[in-house]
C-alpha cells in the first residue's frame, strides 16, 4: 500500500483491506454496517449502499489515483484508496472482462471509466477498446 | 397548494415525506443572494435576483438541496437549464450567510449529452442519469430515484461530506445512487412485469436471488391453496408458485386462498398419487438445484427427487437411474 489519500466509491466487489493492511469480505463488511441503522444510506429493491468513509477502509487498486491521475509508485505497487460508500446492488449490469494495463478484470458493462484523447472523456466500461488509455496512463489491451 | 405540473407535484410529496417541514415549493419565487455587502454585488437595481421556481429539501442544520422540475413531454432537457440552474446554484452558495446549497434538476424524458459537462462541473446532480447510452427510464422510475436521493443524501450528511461540496463529488454521489435502476428495468421488462417478487417487501426478485436464498435449505412443511402451491422452508422461509409468479423470502404465514389439497401426479408416466403421498416424500429433504422452465418451476432435492411445481399440481419424478427401475 502506496497512499490513501485517494477517495473512491465502490459499486463492485473490490479487493478490500484495512489500515493494518488485513484483507476485508465485502459481504461481511456490509452486514456489519446493516447492524447500525446510520450507517445505511439506502435499502430497497435496488440494492443497499452502506458509509463506510470513517472505518479505514481501502480498496487495492492497480490504477494511478483517480482525482490525480499520478501512476502507482512502482510497477509492484498497490494504490491504496479510501472507501467512502459501499454498494450492493440486487440487478447487477452484465458483467465483461477487460486487461487494462496489468490488471484483468470483471466489471459491469454500465462501469464508467476516463480515458485520455485530446481531452479527457468518459466512456463505459462495454465501449473500451484495445488501445485505448486511460487517464491514469494505463493502455486497454483488450 | 398548485403544482404546475404532474412532476412538480410528485417531487414536492416525495421531499415533504423525506424532509417534513423543511421541505418547500414556491412559485416565481424571486431568490436573493443571502449577503449583500459584497461591493461586487452593487447594482442601480439592487443585489442579484432571479424568478425561479424550485422545490427545497431543507437538511438540519444548514444544508439546501435545490431542486428543479422540468417535464418537457418527450423533448430532453437542454445545457441551457442546467446553466440556468449552475448560475443559481453557485451564486447562492457565493453569497451564502452560512446555508450549504446543493443543486438537483430533475427530467424524466432525459437530458441532451451536452448537459453532462456543465452538470459536472457545477456539481449539480441530474436524474435520470446520463449513461452514455439511449437508456429510457419511466416516469415512475425518475420518481423512484428521487426518493432513493433525497433519503439516502439526509444519512449522508450525518457524516463527514467535504468530498460532496466540490465537483463532481455531488453529481457522483447521486450517479452512483441511481444507476442501477437500469439493471431493476431491465429484469422487470425481461419478467414482462415481474415473474420473481421477495415476500413481504413486494420487491422485484430475480432467479439468481431465490437461488442464493433457497438452494440448502430443508423443507419443512408443503402448502397447497385454492390459489397457490408451496412450501415452507426451514429458516423461517418460504416459497410459492401463485398463477405465472413466484414468490419467496420470509415467511409470513399467509398464503393467499384457503387450503385445498392439490392435484398430484408421479413419474414421467404422469401416474396419480396423493397429496400425502408428496408430503411424505419430500418433507425434510435439502433444495439442491432449481429450475425455471416458464411453464413450470422444478427444485431438485437432495433424495434425487425432482419436484415439479405446475398450475394446480405437483409433480414428483425419481431421477435415479435406471429410471424405470426406480419409479415411485
Same mark, same amino acid.
Given at each position: 500500500?502506496?497512499?490513501?489519500?485517494?477517495?473512491?466509491?465502490?459499486?463492485?466487489?473490490?479487493?478490500?483491506?484495512?489500515?493494518?493492511?488485513?484483507?476485508?469480505?465485502?459481504?461481511?463488511?456490509?452486514?456489519?454496517?446493516?447492524?447500525?441503522?446510520?450507517?445505511?444510506?439506502?435499502?430497497?429493491?435496488?440494492?443497499?449502499?452502506?458509509?463506510?468513509?470513517?472505518?479505514?477502509?481501502?480498496?487495492?487498486?492497480?490504477?494511478?489515483?483517480?482525482?490525480?491521475?499520478?501512476?502507482?509508485?512502482?510497477?509492484?505497487?498497490?494504490?491504496?484508496?479510501?472507501?467512502?460508500?459501499?454498494?450492493?446492488?440486487?440487478?447487477?449490469?452484465?458483467?465483461? =472482462?477487460?486487461?487494462?494495463?496489468?490488471?484483468?478484470?470483471?466489471?459491469?458493462?454500465?462501469?464508467?471509466?476516463?480515458?485520455?484523447?485530446?481531452?479527457?472523456?468518459?466512456? =463505459?466500461?462495454?465501449?473500451?477498446?484495445?488501445?485505448?488509455?486511460?487517464?491514469?496512463?494505463?493502455?486497454?489491451?483488450? | 397548494?398548485?403544482?404546475?405540473?404532474?412532476?412538480?407535484?410528485?417531487?414536492?410529496? %416525495?421531499?415533504?415525506?423525506?424532509?417534513?417541514?423543511?421541505?418547500?415549493?414556491?412559485?416565481?419565487?424571486?431568490?436573493?443572494?443571502?449577503?449583500?455587502?459584497? %461591493?461586487?454585488?452593487?447594482?442601480?437595481?439592487?443585489?442579484?435576483?432571479?424568478?425561479?421556481?424550485?422545490?427545497?429539501?431543507?437538511?438540519?442544520?444548514?444544508?439546501?438541496?435545490?431542486?428543479?422540475?422540468?417535464?418537457?413531454?418527450?423533448?430532453?432537457?437542454?445545457?441551457?437549464?442546467?446553466?440556468?440552474?449552475?448560475?443559481?446554484?453557485?451564486?447562492?452558495?457565493?453569497?451564502?450567510?452560512?446555508?450549504?446549497?446543493?443543486?438537483?434538476?430533475?427530467?424524466?424524458?432525459?437530458?441532451?449529452?451536452?448537459?453532462?459537462?456543465?452538470?459536472?462541473?457545477?456539481?449539480?446532480?441530474?436524474?435520470?442519469?446520463?449513461?452514455?447510452?439511449?437508456?429510457?427510464?419511466?416516469?415512475?422510475?425518475?420518481?423512484?430515484?428521487?426518493?432513493?436521493?433525497?433519503?439516502? *443524501?439526509?444519512?449522508?450528511?450525518?457524516?463527514?461530506?467535504?468530498?460532496?461540496?466540490?465537483?463532481?463529488? *455531488?453529481?457522483?454521489?447521486?450517479?452512483?445512487?441511481?444507476?442501477? *435502476?437500469?439493471?431493476?428495468?431491465?429484469?422487470?421488462?425481461?419478467?414482462?412485469?415481474?415473474?420473481?417478487?421477495?415476500?413481504?417487501?413486494?420487491?422485484?426478485?430475480?432467479?439468481?436471488?431465490?437461488?442464493?436464498?433457497?438452494?440448502?435449505?430443508?423443507?419443512?412443511?408443503?402448502?397447497?391453496?385454492?390459489?397457490?402451491?408451496?412450501?415452507?422452508?426451514?429458516?423461517?422461509?418460504? *416459497?410459492?408458485?401463485?398463477?405465472?409468479?413466484?414468490?419467496?423470502?420470509?415467511?409470513?404465514?399467509?398464503?393467499?386462498?384457503?387450503?385445498?389439497?392439490?392435484?398430484?401426479?408421479?413419474?414421467?408416466?404422469?401416474?396419480?398419487?396423493?397429496?400425502?403421498?408428496?408430503?411424505?416424500?419430500?418433507?425434510?429433504?435439502?433444495?439442491?438445484?432449481?429450475?425455471?422452465?416458464?411453464?413450470?418451476?422444478?427444485?431438485?432435492?437432495?433424495?434425487?427427487?425432482?419436484?415439479?411445481?405446475?398450475?394446480?399440481?405437483?409433480?414428483?419424478?425419481?431421477?435415479?437411474?435406471?429410471?424405470?427401475?426406480?419409479?415411485?
Amino acid at each position: 500500500m502506496k497512499d490513501k489519500h485517494s477517495i473512491s466509491f465502490s459499486t463492485e466487489e473490490p479487493i478490500l483491506f484495512n489500515s493494518n493492511h488485513e484483507r476485508i469480505d465485502v459481504n461481511k463488511l456490509i452486514e456489519t454496517c446493516m447492524k447500525d441503522p446510520k450507517r445505511i444510506l439506502v435499502d430497497d429493491e435496488i440494492g443497499v449502499v452502506v458509509y463506510v468513509g470513517d472505518m479505514g477502509i481501502y480498496r487495492v487498486s492497480a490504477f494511478g489515483d483517480p482525482t490525480t491521475g499520478q501512476p502507482p509508485p512502482d510497477p509492484n505497487g498497490h494504490w491504496g484508496q479510501q472507501v467512502i460508500q459501499i454498494s450492493r446492488v440486487r440487478f447487477p449490469a452484465r458483467i465483461i =472482462r477487460h486487461q487494462i494495463g496489468s490488471v484483468v478484470m470483471s466489471i459491469t458493462a454500465d462501469s464508467v471509466f476516463l480515458i485520455r484523447e485530446k481531452y479527457i472523456r468518459k466512456i =463505459r466500461a462495454e465501449d473500451l477498446e484495445k488501445g485505448m488509455v486511460l487517464h491514469t496512463g494505463e493502455k486497454v489491451y483488450w | 397548494m398548485t403544482f404546475k405540473n404532474q412532476l412538480e407535484e410528485s417531487v414536492f410529496r %416525495i421531499a415533504k415525506d423525506i424532509c417534513g417541514s423543511l421541505a418547500t415549493i414556491e412559485h416565481n419565487k424571486v431568490i436573493q443572494i443571502e449577503r449583500t455587502d459584497k %461591493i461586487e454585488t452593487a447594482t442601480f437595481s439592487g443585489p442579484p435576483k432571479k424568478e425561479i421556481d424550485v422545490i427545497t429539501a431543507g437538511y438540519e442544520p444548514n444544508v439546501r438541496l435545490l431542486i428543479s422540475c422540468k417535464q418537457y413531454g418527450t423533448n430532453k432537457a437542454e445545457p441551457s437549464d442546467v446553466q440556468e440552474w449552475a448560475a443559481v446554484v453557485g451564486t447562492m452558495n457565493k453569497y451564502s450567510k452560512g446555508n450549504v446549497f446543493f443543486g438537483l434538476i430533475i427530467s424524466p424524458s432525459g437530458f441532451t449529452s451536452g448537459c453532462e459537462g456543465w452538470a459536472t462541473s457545477s456539481n449539480l446532480a441530474l436524474i435520470p442519469p446520463l449513461k452514455n447510452r439511449p437508456t429510457k427510464f419511466e416516469f415512475e422510475t425518475s420518481l423512484e430515484m428521487t426518493g432513493r436521493v433525497l433519503r439516502a *443524501f439526509g444519512k449522508r450528511l450525518a457524516f463527514p461530506h467535504e468530498e460532496l461540496l466540490g465537483p463532481p463529488g *455531488f453529481y457522483n454521489f447521486v450517479f452512483e445512487l441511481t444507476k442501477a *435502476f437500469e439493471g431493476r428495468d431491465r429484469q422487470k421488462k425481461e419478467q414482462q412485469g415481474g415473474r420473481y417478487e421477495l415476500l413481504g417487501k413486494g420487491w422485484l426478485s430475480s432467479f439468481g436471488e431465490l437461488v442464493e436464498m433457497l438452494i440448502g435449505k430443508n423443507i419443512v412443511d408443503v402448502v397447497a391453496t385454492t390459489e397457490c402451491l408451496g412450501l415452507k422452508l426451514s429458516g423461517g422461509l418460504a *416459497f410459492r408458485v401463485v398463477g405465472d409468479q413466484i414468490l419467496f423470502g420470509p415467511d409470513d404465514n399467509s398464503p393467499p386462498g384457503t387450503s385445498n389439497e392439490s392435484l398430484c401426479k408421479k413419474n414421467l408416466s404422469s401416474d396419480d398419487c396423493t397429496f400425502e403421498f408428496v408430503k411424505n416424500l419430500i418433507k425434510d429433504q435439502r433444495l439442491t438445484s432449481a429450475a425455471d422452465f416458464g411453464s413450470h418451476f422444478e427444485f431438485g432435492l437432495s433424495n434425487e427427487i425432482n419436484l415439479g411445481f405446475y398450475p394446480k399440481m405437483l409433480h414428483v419424478v425419481r431421477t435415479r437411474e435406471p429410471i424405470e427401475a426406480n419409479l415411485l
